[in-house]
């Protein structure tokens, strides 16, 4: 199969490459960046490799910066939580609801934790609030605007209605084949969901050795 002209996250396919290790075949690609390099295929259609690097990069430095007094949807930042040894950086939060929790700086940025739990749809079910669908309705996990973004054969085509129970976003994509779809933002952003299916049932239609051959 030519994936030349694919994209996959920050990664656009240009040609095949001529690099062989094991019998892999190596595709060229371009970076977002700028920056060109040879990724293995399975890496890039399992959504192993998003990038040449540049990703985690910028992911590490952001969440080295000082979110101090930064908003994140109902949580305010007071300040870095010092002590935790796990490798990872927390920061003391004030929700809205006035309660303090320390949350970990990559959930604050990916938008994974917004409130100290009592905006979730479960919770506010469970304590009897009588504005729970409205509530529900202002929850919002992902400020980024994904709209036009392309990520495998989908294209994002504005934000659903569609509410999830763990709070992340939904967004209307449709597929090169033609099928619209609600897909989670943060399937879209980690390359979990690359297609409405088809390309599944395309690779599940192969012979048994073509399917070898494409894994190589």
Not at 41 to 49: A, E, M, V, Y
Not at 169 to 178: D, L, P, Q, T, V
Not at 208 to 216: D, I
Request: net charge positive.
């Amino acid at each position: 199969m030519d994936y030349s002209g694919q994209k996959y996250g920050k990664l656009t396919v240009i040609s095949k490459a001529e690099s062989r290790v094991k019998g892999r075949t190596y595709w060229l690609c371009e970076c977002d960046c700028g920056n060109t390099l040879e990724v293995r295929g399975d890496s890039f259609k399992k959504g192993n490799t998003r990038s040449c690097g540049c990703l985690k990069k910028n992911i590490a430095r952001t969440i080295a910066m000082d979110l101090s007094g930064m908003e994140f949807d109902h949580l305010t930042v007071v300040a870095r939580v010092e002590g935790k040894n796990d490798g990872n950086q927390w920061w003391l939060c004030k929700c809205e609801c006035g309660k303090l929790v320390d949350i970990r700086g990559a959930h604050l940025l990916r938008g994974k934790t917004t409130s100290c739990g009592c905006k979730d749809p479960v919770f506010i079910k469970k304590t009897g609030d009588e504005a729970y669908q409205a509530r529900i309705q202002s929850i919002t996990t992902t400020t980024k605007d994904m709209t036009g973004h392309i990520v495998g054969r989908l294209t994002v085509l504005r934000r659903s209605d569609r509410i999830a129970k763990n709070r992340h976003a939904y967004w209307i994509c449709k597929c090169e084949c033609g099928n619209e779809l609600d897909v989670s933002g943060s399937h879209l952003r980690t390359g979990h969901t690359v297609s409405c299916g088809c390309l599944n049932d395309e690779t599940r239609k192969l012979p048994h050795k073509l399917k070898r051959k494409l894994k190589e």
